[in-house]
């Protein structure tokens, strides 16, 4: 348990579907992240969000749609995805400054299937 | 940006052996160097870091080395037992200093 909650852990969805992943973390940390994991690229970063202002969106598409209501909370919205989008969705969490010597901790990914 | 390259891909070992890792970093501002270790179907974890203030970090086995001037970091791994198997991933800040950016990772795989 590392205080970052990733729920659902396994979703599939149809290309047509809308759905959500949701993260939250217990760690009083300012920062989030979505990071995607897959076989092509294993550690993708895709949006930053730092007390909940997005900061950086790593040039992903429009059918993935981030919200972070407040510190503690992220969500990334899927809408009409492509099966080649199937991966694993990690959020993660960090307090301070990176350079600091402050490291991100990762929730438990939610893996997706889309079909 | 931030550019990561980490080798080898792969690299298997016997149990006992010591596995080494390398990773190059392209932004000389970056200060930080952490390692991760990500076990099969878990979450990636810190498993070692260090700051560009000194130049190796130990924690028993696991050792990381820092070449600033180089701009190239490594990971290693001594008296390597089977639970080491894992990817292990290197990262460095992103130009802006707010994320981490990845290397490729490395599967180790130790044999006993």
């Known amino acids: 348990e590392t205080g970052v909650t990733q729920t659902p852990r396994h979703l599939v969805m149809g290309m047509t579907n809308k759905k959500s992943l949701k993260c939250e973390q217990h760690?009083?940390?300012?920062?989030m992240y979505w990071y995607k994991q897959s076989a092509k690229k294993p550690l993708e970063l895709m949006f930053v969000?730092?007390?909940?202002?997005?900061?950086e969106n790593n040039s992903v598409p429009s059918r993935f749609s981030p919200e972070c209501p407040n510190s503690s909370h992220l969500f990334l919205h899927l809408h009409t995805l492509q099966p080649e989008d199937s991966a694993l969705y990690l959020c993660?969490?960090?307090?301070?400054?990176?350079?600091?010597?402050?490291?991100?901790?990762f929730g438990e990914g939610s893996w997706l299937t889309v079909v | 940006g931030e550019n990561v390259e980490q080798h080898p891909s792969t690299l298997s070992v016997q149990e006992g052996d010591s596995a080494v890792i390398k990773c190059t970093y392209s932004?000389?501002?970056?200060?930080?160097f952490p390692w991760y270790k990500q076990e099969l179907g878990k979450r990636p974890q810190l498993i070692i870091d260090?700051?560009?203030?000194?130049g190796e970090k130990k924690d028993q086995r696991i050792a990381v080395t820092l070449n600033k001037t180089a701009k190239h970091f490594s990971l290693h791994i001594t008296e390597t037992q089977p639970e080491d198997s894992a990817v292990y991933f290197c990262?460095?800040?992103?130009?802006?200093?707010?994320?981490?950016?990845f290397g490729k990772g490395t599967t180790l795989s130790v044999s006993s």
């Open positions: 993660a969490s960090r307090k301070g400054d990176i350079n600091s010597g402050n490291t991100i901790y």
């Open positions: 760690l009083g940390h300012n920062a």
């Open positions: 969000y730092n007390f909940k202002e997005q900061t």
């Open positions: 932004d000389s501002a970056s200060n930080y």
């Open positions: 260090i700051r560009s203030n000194v």
């Open positions: 990262a460095a800040p992103n130009q802006a200093g707010t994320a981490l950016i």
